[in-house]
């Protein structure tokens, strides 16, 4: 398993910005397909953003898709969720995660991935 941290989350007023960042400890990160999920309270995990191991490949809920953007920069070892527009119901924690090794294609179910970050909190206030 790899060893994730989350960071970026924060308060922000609906219709703000924040960015994301991951990065695995330890391990080499273009080896690895990469995804966002969250959970609100009271709500199961949710699937947001998935991207491939070369970043050409990319996938969003629908619920994002216009307003999230999912990258990553394997030079700096590190994927970046960028959320724009950013709504009350966005608020939730956000889940860094990895495919196994080898694993190159898009995740989208939470049995696609085999490590996970601690979460960051996103709250977007009304």
């Known amino acids: 398993q790899v060893q994730l941290v989350e960071s970026g989350g924060g308060l922000v007023q609906a219709g703000g910005s924040l960015r994301l960042s991951c990065a695995p400890s330890?391990?080499?990160?273009?080896?690895?397909?990469m995804g966002w999920f969250r959970q609100a309270p009271g709500k199961e995990r949710e699937f947001v953003a998935a991207i491939s191991w070369s970043g050409g490949n990319t996938y969003y809920v629908d619920s994002v898709k216009g307003r999230f953007t999912i990258s990553r920069d394997n030079a700096k070892n590190t994927v970046y969720l960028q959320m724009n527009s950013l709504k009350p119901e966005d608020t939730a924690v956000y889940y860094c995660?990895?495919?196994?090794?080898?694993?190159?294609?898009?995740?989208?179910?939470?049995?696609?991935?085999?490590?996970w970050g601690q979460g960051t909190q996103v709250t977007v206030s009304s």
């Open positions: 995660a990895a495919r196994g090794s080898g694993e190159y294609g898009l995740g989208y179910a939470q049995a696609d991935f085999a490590s």
């Open positions: 330890g391990h080499t990160f273009s080896d690895y397909a």
